[in-house]
């Protein structure tokens, strides 16, 4: 089993700023994109950004000019920058990483074997 370690959630108001970083094996974090998903209550779990080696990058919609992805190669850490949160926004946020060099996990779409984090909880309210 492998561990991806996360961390920099919190409660924050409308408006407000958060970063989220997320640690992984090496030898993961050096073949396979990674990316966050989050799952708020009720709602299915949905990706909110993805990178892959190359640093092509994708953004759900609702997140786009608001949140930005990016990953430091010598620390084996991806980020998730999340700026102008909104009430919206608030659900566990999970980091992920591909399993494999065909994983459709960049595209919202992630394999069973896929490798996931503990979840942070991220909550923007007033």
């Known amino acids: 089993q492998v561990q991806l370690v996360e961390s920099g959630g919190g409660l924050v108001q409308p408006g407000g700023s958060l970063r989220l970083s997320c640690v992984a094996p090496?030898?993961?974090?050096?073949?396979?994109?990674m990316g966050w998903y989050r799952q708020a209550p009720g709602k299915q779990r949905e990706l909110v950004a993805a990178?892959?080696?190359?640093?092509?990058?994708n953004y759900a919609d609702s997140v786009k000019g608001r949140f930005t992805i990016s990953r430091d190669n010598a620390a084996n850490t991806v980020y998730l920058q999340m700026n102008s949160l909104k009430p919206e926004d608030t659900a566990v946020y999970y980091c992920?990483?591909?399993?494999?060099?065909?994983?459709?996990?960049?595209?919202?779409?992630?394999?069973?074997?896929?490798?996931w984090g503990q979840g942070t909880q991220v909550t923007v309210s007033s």
């Open positions: 990178i892959r080696n190359s640093g092509l990058t």
């Open positions: 992920n990483a591909g399993s494999s060099s065909r994983s459709l996990s960049y595209f919202g779409i992630p394999d069973d074997d896929d490798y």
């Open positions: 090496g030898s993961i974090f050096s073949l396979y994109p």
